[in-house]
Antibody
Framework: QVQLQESGPGLVKPSETLSLTCTVSGYSISSDYYWGWIRQPPGKGLEWIGTIYHSGSTYYNPSLKSRVTISVDTSKNQFSLRLTSVTAADTAVYYC?????????????WGQGTLVTVSS | DIQMTQSPSSLSASVGDRVTITCRASQSISNYLNWYQQKPGKAPKLLIYAASSLQSGVPSRFSGSGSGTDFTLIISSLQPEDFATYCCQQNYGTPWTFGQGTKVEIK
């Protein structure tokens, strides 16, 4: 079955760039589907960051759009997140997920998540 | 953005109890509503999509209902593995937004 795993630094300094990678197994992301990033600050609800189609088309949350880039590397079966100019407010557990988009849309499955702390 | 508000934020229940969680949207979203289960350190799990459609493999004790602005997740008989946080997500319009979660704790 499809499985996703996030990876990347757990600590990022303020004003620097957060970079995470999601490795997909059990499915070739070049075949179909959308792929998304979601985050959850400590003690808060989930926040959709953005979504990428296997072809490279992207859709971002307007609240983060100026700082976010999501890209896909089909040769490695991975997609990635870059978030620039981070502050303490970007401290969160970051999840990647397959984003099923039909008439409705939902995230399934998800990775386990990775905690990224922004601190000097 | 469409705001999603869940109630209660937490509840205590016993094994075998019927549990009801409510999610309210700030505007009508028809039936464009999903429910997820979150456990600490685990991947969130889709339970219900399109307000009432049970995801494959999810036990039938979970059910969802509602349309417009008010939605409900019901666990008909709470099992030990159901102690978790539940959150709703609207997929009516971008940005896709989530409720703040309802934590179901052991009584």
């Amino acid at each position: 079955q499809v499985q996703l795993q996030e990876s990347g630094p757990g600590l990022v300094k303020p004003s620097e760039t957060l970079s995470l990678t999601c490795t997909v197994s059990g499915y070739s992301i070049s075949s179909d589907y959308y792929w998304g990033w979601i985050r959850q600050p400590p003690g808060k609800g989930l926040e959709w960051i953005g979504t990428i189609y296997h072809s490279g088309s992207t859709y971002y949350n307007p609240s983060l759009k100026s700082r976010v880039t999501i890209s896909v590397d089909t040769s490695k079966n991975q997609f990635s997140l870059r978030l620039t100019s981070v502050t303490a407010a970007d401290t969160a557990v970051y999840y990647c997920a397959r984003h099923i988009i039909t008439q409705y849309n939902w995230f399934d499955p998800w990775g386990q998540g990775t905690l990224v702390t922004v601190s000097s | 953005d469409i705001q999603m508000t869940q109630s209660p934020s937490s509840l205590s229940a016993s094994v075998g109890d019927r549990v009801t969680i409510t999610c309210r949207a700030s505007q009508s979203i028809s039936n464009y509503l999903n429910w997820y289960q979150q456990k600490p350190g685990k991947a969130p799990k889709l339970l219900i999509y399109a307000a009432s459609s049970l995801q494959s493999g999810v036990p039938s004790r979970f059910s969802g209902s509602g349309s417009g602005t008010d939605f409900t997740l019901i666990i008909s008989s709470l099992q030990p593995e159901d102690f978790a946080t539940y959150c709703c997500q609207q997929n009516y319009g971008t940005p896709w937004t989530f409720g703040q979660g309802t934590k179901v704790e052991i009584k």
